[in-house]
């Protein structure tokens, strides 16, 4: 497991964690371009790739989409459906709210 360093490192901007810190960077980008270019230098490319994958579940899960056909379609593995699923249903509402705001009248289905 990663230590946590007892003195900071940086002076911090704005706030102590370093995820605070990682949401004031992700912020500050200002065009979809400069967002690519960031998480281009952020993440590896299969980091990437994994993330955007989440990204693609959301709105199949949002209709209603059953796990094994959406893993069918993507590739993603179900258990990462279900992870998603479960984000959506007992997180915090940021995978909703981006959808809300991206996607638009997504509504889930009934079950």
């Known amino acids: 497991m990663k230590r946590k360093p007892t003195l900071p490192t940086s002076p911090p901007i704005r706030g102590s964690e370093p995820l605070d810190c990682l949401i004031e960077a992700v912020l500050a980008m200002r065009s979809p371009d400069e967002l690519r270019a960031f998480l281009e230098d952020l993440c590896t490319p ?9 990204w693609r579940v959301v709105p199949l899960l949002l209709q209603g989409t059953a796990y094994r056909e959406i893993h069918d379609r993507t590739g993603v593995s179900v258990t990462t459906v279900g992870r ?28």
């Open 46 to 54: 299969a980091e990437l790739e994994a993330i955007a994958d989440r």
């Open 84 to 111: 998603i699923a479960r984000c959506l249903d007992l997180g915090a509402g940021g995978y909703r709210l981006a959808a809300e705001r991206v996607l638009g009248d997504i509504k889930a289905s009934p079950n």
